[in-house]
C-alpha cells in the first residue's frame, strides 16, 4: 500500500496504549494519520518515532469532549494530511467501581469520554464523509460492554452505551456510504488495565498485538472486531448466559477475583 492509496486515519487517544501502538502499526503501512490526545509529551515521543518511520502525519493536541477545541483540531489535521477518511475513536477512561459507593463523578467523566466523546468525534468528520459519499467509523469498545461487571461498573455502562449507539447509527450511515465497525477487545495491557488489583494472573494482550487486528479493521472494514479468538468464544456464551447463572457468576468472581472486597 503506498501513501497515495491509503486512507486518512483520525485516531483519538493516540498518545497511550492501543492508540499510540495502532498508530505505529498504521503508520509502517504506509498510512497518513491524524493524531489527537491531550497528553502532550506521550504525543511528542510519539512524533519522533513516527518521523524515524517516515510516516505523514500532523499532531494536535484535541480533547474529545471539548467540541470547539476538537473541531478546530480536525480541521487542523484536513489542512495537513487530507480529508478524514477514517475515524478510530481510541481515546477512552476507565477506573476501577466498586458498590456501594457508586461514584457519581467517575460515572460522568467515564461517559462524557467513552460515549460522548465518541459521539463528538464521529459529529466533527461525519458531514465531510457524508459529502464525499464514503467513509469508516471505527469504535472502540470492549467485551464488558455486553454484560456488566461489578468491578467495572462505570465502564461497562459506557461501552454497553457506545456498542447500542454504534449499532443505531449503522443502517442510516450504510445508505450514504459511511460503514461502522465497532472493536471489542479482551484484555489489553494498558494502564487502565494494570490499575484493578486482580488476585491472580490475567492473560492480558499487549498494546502492539492490538493494534495489529485493528489496523486490519481499519483496513477490511468488518462490522465487528473481537479479539483474541478466545474473547469471541467467551462473549457468545456471555450473550447467552441466563441471568441467574450470570448473576452467579459475578457475586463469585467479584470477591476472589479482586484483592479488595464489595
Keep these: 500500500m503506498t501513501a497515495s492509496t491509503s486512507p486518512v486515519v483520525l485516531i483519538t487517544g493516540a498518545a497511550n496504549g492501543i492508540g499510540r501502538a495502532t498508530a505505529l502499526e498504521l503508520a509502517r503501512k504506509n498510512v497518513p494519520l491524524g493524531l489527537l490526545d491531550v497528553d502532550v509529551p506521550n504525543l511528542e515521543t510519539l512524533g519522533d518515532e513516527l518521523r524515524k518511520l517516515g510516516a505523514r502525519f500532523s499532531i494536535q493536541i484535541g480533547d474529545v469532549c471539548q467540541r470547539e477545541s476538537l473541531r478546530e483540531a480536525i480541521a487542523a489535521v484536513e489542512t495537513a494530511v487530507g480529508p478524514i477518511d477514517v475515524l478510530v475513536a481510541c481515546a477512552g477512561f476507565g477506573r476501577l467501581t466498586l458498590v456501594p459507593d457508586l461514584a457519581l463523578d467517575t460515572l460522568r467523566k467515564t461517559f462524557d469520554v467513552n460515549l460522548f466523546g465518541v459521539a463528538e468525534s464521529i459529529e466533527a468528520v461525519l458531514p465531510g464523509m ?3 459519499g464514503r467513509g469508516h467509523l471505527v469504535g472502540v469498545a470492549s467485551l464488558a460492554g455486553y454484560r456488566g461487571f461489578p468491578w467495572m461498573i462505570s465502564y461497562s455502562a459506557s461501552k454497553a452505551a457506545l456498542i447500542a449507539y454504534l449499532e443505531a447509527l449503522r443502517p442510516g450511515l450504510a445508505r450514504r456510504g459511511v460503514t461502522i465497525t465497532t472493536v471489542c477487545p479482551g484484555f489489553v495491557r494498558t494502564a487502565m488495565s494494570t490499575g484493578i488489583p486482580y488476585k491472580r494472573k490475567i492473560d492480558m494482550l499487549e498494546p502492539e498485538v492490538a493494534a495489529k487486528h485493528l489496523a486490519r479493521a481499519v483496513l477490511r472494514r ?3 472486531c473481537v479479539f483474541p479468538f478466545s474473547m469471541r468464544i467467551g462473549l457468545a456464551v456471555l450473550k447467552v448466559t441466563p441471568d ?3 448473576d452467579w457468576m459475578m457475586r ?3 470477591p476472589e ?3 479488595v472486597d464489595f
Design 252 to 254: 463469585k468472581a467479584g
Design 130 to 132: 457524508i459529502a464525499r
Design 244 to 246: 441467574f447463572m450470570f
Design 222 to 224: 468488518p462490522r465487528n
Design 257 to 259: 477475583a479482586l484483592s
